[in-house]
């Protein structure tokens, strides 16, 4: 049986967990060797530092979350990055994490104290703590169509300019949004998570908020909104 413990029971991560900032920094290592441009060297990770990631995870695992705001998100938004990684990995490297039955819903892991899968860590955990919805920006499904994975850890005290540029960069892409005169064409992320942006009108003020300037010169004020294909390509290079 799945045991969620209350964040209310959390305490502030400290330095009474032996390795912490030390596994901080092996997770940093990692991103910076194994992922480019976004995209992941899940067989490079694997061959050669399999060791260091389980370790972190091992940290993350019996960490407490810190009190302060910016790096509890950041923690968290690492834990689900870090454990998307390790789950690749363990199911061979698939070529869609969506041929793997419950990938995000199926296998748990320990986060802080909590036993949890990776949907209930974004649904339970993190997303009703940050109650932002640029958290769907820096969570990465492992997918050429989602996020893409940053070479550097969330966890420290910028989290929020970051995820101001992770939500730009994303609807800049082609694979976030795409602009044609008085149309918007959207990544599916919108309407999977609609309610986290005040329904769909919400959702369409959002993303015309953190839109460049140019396209939203194209689109117009009132666009009509469709959807664009979801791409589950595993994000390897």
Same mark, same amino acid.
């Given at each position: ?28 290592? %990692? ?12 067989? $490079? ?36 990055? $870090? ?10 490297? =698939?070529?869609?994490? %969506? ?6 819903? *199926? ?25 932002? =919805? ?39 892409? =082609?694979? *976030?949004?795409?602009?044609?005169p008085d149309q918007l064409t959207i990544s599916k992320i ?22 460049? =300037? ?11 909104v469709g959807f664009l294909d979801y791409n589950w390509t595993?994000?390897?290079?």
């Amino acid at each position: 049986m799945i045991s969620v413990l209350p964040l209310s029971l959390t305490l502030a991560l400290s330095s009474s967990v032996p390795g912490t900032e030390t596994a901080h920094a092996v997770y940093a290592d %990692l991103l910076a060797t194994h992922v480019k441009d976004g995209r992941v060297d899940y067989k $490079a990770l694997a061959a050669k530092d399999l060791d260091k990631l389980d370790r972190y995870l091992a940290v993350v695992g019996r960490s407490s979350l810190p009190d302060d705001r910016n790096r509890r998100i950041g923690f968290l938004i690492d834990a689900y990055n $870090a454990l998307v990684l390790r789950a690749v990995i363990t199911h061979g490297r =698939p070529r869609s994490v %969506l041929d793997v039955k419950d990938f995000f819903k *199926g296998k748990v892991h320990r986060v802080a104290g909590q036993t949890v899968s990776l949907d209930q860590l974004e649904k339970e955990v993190l997303n009703p703590y940050a109650k932002d =919805p640029r958290t769907h920006f820096v969570l990465v499904c492992a997918a050429v169509g989602c996020p893409i994975l940053e070479s550097k850890p969330f966890y420290g005290d910028n989290v929020d300019r970051r995820m101001d540029v992770a939500t730009r960069r994303y609807l800049a892409s =082609p694979t *976030g949004a795409q602009a044609k005169p008085d149309q918007l064409t959207i990544s599916k992320i919108f309407d999977w998570y609609a309610q986290d942006f005040g329904g769909r009108e919400g959702a369409v003020r959002f993303i015309l908020r953190h839109l460049s =300037p140019q396209s939203k010169r194209t689109t117009g004020t009132d666009p009509q909104v469709g959807f664009l294909d979801y791409n589950w390509t595993l994000n390897q290079r």
